[in-house]
């Protein structure tokens, strides 16, 4: 540094002390030495290497606000951190933008980046969209943590009410909770499975009897049971909006759309066939009827409320819409071509059976996606040759979009996996921290909960709910608290 001449930074407080293009910074970020020249810097002035040029006017007070310690001898600033995130960073002053390198966390990256003052609107899109998803994820696992912990938290100052509601809403929606939400949740799956059976039972002619008029109709103990069974899913479901904390959004949920339209047209048919009758004709009340029964296939989607490997799928797929979008659009052009050339190419043979270019769209769907029912097939060798190359074509077209869908199921699954076993990581962190830091074992475990004794009624200080309370809250994920602070490195990529 001696050598540098005119370049070298001046003693801390002497009057040369000032920041100009000519000044050198020499940094050492983690072990790694770094020179940097003003005339750099100066690019960014509002960043923290850039005030380190005018750093030293202030004393050894300002100089230790900006670094973590300084070398007078030597003239350099250390700095503890991330030495690979450092390179990343002083790509601004040279590049104008900052690109993150491959395998380091994107929340780690963002603190290193609000640490040397660089503005994220420096980060690169493709960097940016990284630190997106990892910030969903550590939303995803805030939102599992505070369910959690609102069910393991007792608010004494809520009433009697809003506790019973919250008692059955814990009941219904967790079975994980306790022995017997699990027991209602598994009677609830063998009710859904029961009346889905009972519902194709009844369309077996031996099943049925003949009413009145001599029409076939299901049997009564058929009935009997869908009646049993409709009458616990509007139970559910009422018991359900009831507790829901926010009822215009359970109404607006899919499954609880899929639950109305389970229920309803049981209702709606029950009042057409006492009501109806008197308003339409005895025939237009009985085709209603059949319409509005067999809407009861969708209470086979209350399945996926009680199977998680169903809502992976329905998830995935949702992902996915831009593959399923290719693949439509390939069976669509292919349909659409060798449907044309199988038409062109048979209105030679006399018995040919493709009459319409429109009729020969059934063809090319059946030939495409490899079912061949033999309804309509090629007589023509010209024919015969096409409809080979249709279902090859066919072949490759669904194959071709299958493998990225099959990657968002596996990603998606193993992600859930993942946020479950971090939000338990998150509990037992939370516990440990607590049970540290509070008086005796306030909050240690979940088990000790249900032995821990009632609160005293009228007396001065805080009770033990409130603790409890406020040595959960200091968690290690700052989206469940109102501070801005920001996670250690170890916390971020555990």
């Known amino acids: 540094m001696d050598a540098a001449g005119e370049r070298s930074l ?42 380190l040029m005018g750093c030293l006017a202030g004393g050894y007070d300002t100089i230790f ?17 991330d030495p690979d995130a450092f390179k990343c960073v002083i790509e601004v002053y040279y590049f104008g933008e900052v690109h993150m390198k491959k395998g380091i966390c994107p929340i780690c990256f963002k603190n290193e980046m609000d640490f040397w003052k660089v503005d994220l609107k420096f980060l690169d899109d493709c960097c940016k969209s990284h630190l997106s998803e990892k910030r969903e994820e550590l939303e995803e696992i805030a939102r599992r943590v505070q369910l959690i912990l609102d ?28 022995c017997p939400a699990r027991v209602v949740a598994v009677l609830s799956f063998l009710l859904i499975l029961i009346s889905s059976v009972v519902m194709c039972m009844g369309t077996i002619p031996e099943l049925q009897v003949l009413d009145a008029d001599g029409n076939r109709v299901e049997h009564p103990t058929l009935e009997n049971v869908e009646t049993a069974c409709i009458g616990w899913f509007t139970l ?13 959004h359970f109404a607006l949920s899919f499954m609880n759309i899929v639950d109305v ?30 319409a509005l029964r067999i809407m009861r296939i969708a209470r086979i989607f209350k399945l996926a409320r009680h199977s998680s490997g169903l809502q992976t799928l ?52 059946i030939t495409m996606t490899t079912v061949g029912y033999g309804d309509i097939y090629p007589k023509t060798t010209l024919g015969k040759l096409n409809a080979a190359i249709s279902f090859l074509c066919g072949v490759i077209a669904i194959a071709l979009p299958i493998h990225p869908i099959i990657n968002n199921f596996v990603r998606y699954y193993n992600k859930q996996r993942v946020l479950e076993t971090a939000a338990k990581h998150e509990l037992e962190l939370m516990e440990l921290n607590s049970s540290s830091a509070g008086e005796g074992k306030v909050g240690c475990s979940r088990s000790d909960l249900d032995s821990l004794p009632p609160e005293p009624v009228g007396e001065e200080g805080p009770s033990w709910s409130s603790r409890l309370k406020i040595s959960h809250s200091d968690t290690f994920i700052p989206l469940l608290t109102e501070e801005k602070h920001h996670r250690t490195r170890l916390q971020s990529c555990k």
Not at 29 to 36: D, F, H, I
């Open 10 to 51: 001046p003693e801390p407080g002497s009057q040369d002390s000032r920041a100009g293009d000519d000044i050198e910074i020499v940094v050492n970020v983690g072990g790694v030495r770094q020179v940097l020249y003003g005339d750099l810097l100066s690019q960014y002035p509002e960043t923290r290497l850039a005030e």
């Open 65 to 81: 606000s900006l670094c973590d310690d300084y070398d007078p001898g030597k003239r350099e600033f250390y700095f503890d951190r």
């Open 151 to 178: 069910d393991l938290g007792v608010d004494s100052a809520e009433g009697r009410w809003r506790r019973c509601q919250k008692c059955v809403w814990k009941f219904l929606e967790k079975p994980e909770s306790s």
């Open 236 to 248: 559910e479901y009422l018991l359900r909006l009831f507790s829901s904390p926010n009822k215009l």
């Open 261 to 290: 339209l389970a229920i309803l047209p049981f209702y709606v048919s029950l009042t057409l066939t006492h009501l109806g009758a008197r308003m339409m004709e005895l025939t237009n009340v009985q085709q209603a009827v059949q």
């Open 314 to 365: 329905t998830y995935a797929l949702k992902r996915s819409f831009k593959e399923l979008g290719l693949l439509l659009m390939y069976l669509a052009v292919g349909i659409f071509v060798f449907s044309a050339l199988g038409y062109t190419m048979e209105q030679s043979h006399p018995e040919t059976l493709f009459k319409s270019i429109p009729q020969s769209f059934w063809w090319a769907i």
